[in-house]
């Protein structure tokens, strides 16, 4: 069965940290793309951060709201992506959630986490 559980959000102030973890099983996570994608409330989802694995470390792509506030990672050993949150706004509050997916002959194969609660107030 494949499982993506995510974890390590709640109430920030602005300014504050946050780091999200995500830990995958029941696929070979080293074959996926993995990401980091938020929403909320009223809003469509958007795609926070996104990490494809290779030879030279990866390719990571960002939200340019993001862009040098937060870093996403993965440790293969441990099954486990993350996203690191620094420099927190309100505006980055939203339920986050991590994302698995890769092509499979010729058809996306996604797989999706339940989602972690992310609110930056003072």
């Known amino acids: 069965e494949v499982q993506l559980v995510e974890s390590g959000g709640g109430l920030v102030e602005p300014g504050g940290s946050l780091k999200l973890s995500c830990t995958a099983s029941?696929?070979?996570?080293?074959?996926?793309?993995m990401g980091w994608v938020r929403q909320a409330p009223g809003k469509g989802r958007e795609l926070v951060a996104r990490?494809?694995?290779?030879?030279?470390?990866?390719?990571?792509n960002y939200l340019d709201s993001v862009k040098g506030r937060f870093t996403i990672s993965r440790d293969g050993a441990k099954n486990t992506l993350y996203l690191q949150m620094n420099s927190l706004k309100p505006e980055d509050s939203a339920v986050y959630y991590c994302?698995?997916?890769?092509?499979?002959?010729?058809?996306?194969?996604?797989?999706w986490g339940q989602g972690t609660q992310v609110t930056v107030s003072s």
């Open positions: 994302n698995a997916d890769r092509v499979l002959s010729g058809t996306l194969v996604r797989y």
């Open positions: 029941g696929f070979t996570f080293g074959h996926y793309g």
């Open positions: 990490l494809i694995s290779g030879v030279s470390g990866g390719t990571t």
